[in-house]
Antibody
Framework: EEQLVQSGAAVKEPGESLRISCRGSGYDFISYWVAWMRQMPGKGLEWMAIIYPGDSETRYSPSFQGQVTISADRSTNTAYLQWNGLKTSDTAIYYC???????????????????????WGQGTLVTVSS | EIVLTQSPGTLSLSPGERATLSCRASQSVGSNYLAWYQQRPGQAPRLLIY???SRATGIPDRFSGSGSGTDFTLTISRLEPEDFAVYFCQQYGGSPGFTFGPGTKVDVK
């Protein structure tokens, strides 16, 4: 059974660092893109970043570029999202998600991930408070 | 960046009724890269519809998607108790990537 299992809730103070994780199982982890989404309290979903574990190619939303770092460890089938210098505004639930479909190449040869996400982790609540 | 707008913000209906949810894009969504997700309270989102009109694996046929270009619709033909939730549309538009709509909450009238 395909599954994404995320690390547990974290409580941090402003300025601290944090890395949360998302472990894939039941499928060939390195062959499928993994994304992270943010959901602030009572709000909608925001795409943050995506990575292809096979070669670690990454893409970031302009809203999150420079604020977080996405990475993946092929040896443990795990994707990560990292902050260096948390803010209270980072308080949210973070979801990882993947699609077991394949991406595509456009006419200019640029690689694209699949356009939607069919498997989601259970979410990680990050609370940043002094 | 393609911005998605969903309407209505809240839809109050009774079990057994038909729900019609709208998602409008600020620019044409290429190749129908439009998906719909359901999110129940305290749960992760679940993919319902991809490619504007294809049901994801295991999704009941009371859920259907339609539309193209900038106007898309999710229809729930007869609401079951478990369908009262928030629904998000999402598009992939190359650059900067993925965007989600603000959501429509379907609650019990």
């Amino acid at each position: 059974e395909e599954q994404l299992v995320q690390s547990g809730a974290a409580v941090k103070e402003p300025g601290e660092s944090l890395r949360i994780s998302c472990r894939g199982s039941g499928y060939d982890f390195i062959s499928y893109w993994v994304a992270w989404m943010r959901q602030m309290p009572g709000k909608g979903l925001e795409w943050m970043a995506i990575i292809y574990p096979g070669d670690s190619e990454t893409r970031y939303s302009p809203s999150f570029q420079g604020q977080v770092t996405i990475s993946a460890d092929r040896s443990t089938n795990t994707a990560y999202l990292q902050w260096n210098g948390l803010k209270t505004s980072d308080t949210a639930i973070y979801y990882c998600a993947t699609s077991l479909g394949f991406g595509y190449y456009d006419a200019s040869g640029h690689r694209h991930p699949p356009p939607n996400f069919d498997y989601w982790g259970q979410g990680t609540l990050v609370t940043v408070s002094s | 960046e393609i911005v998605l707008t969903q309407s209505p913000g809240t839809l109050s209906l009774s079990p057994g009724e038909r729900a019609t949810l709208s998602c409008r894009a600020s620019q044409s969504v290429g190749s129908n890269y439009l998906a719909w997700y359901q999110q129940r309270p305290g749960q992760a989102p679940r993919l319902l519809i991809y490619g504007a009109s294809s049901r994801a694996t295991g999704i009941p046929d009371r859920f259907s998607g339609s539309g193209s270009g900038t106007d898309f619709t999710l229809t729930i033909s007869r609401l079951e108790p478990e369908d009262f939730a928030v629904y998000f549309c999402q598009q992939y538009g190359g650059s900067p990537g993925f965007t989600f709509g603000p959501g429509t909450k379907v609650d019990v009238k």
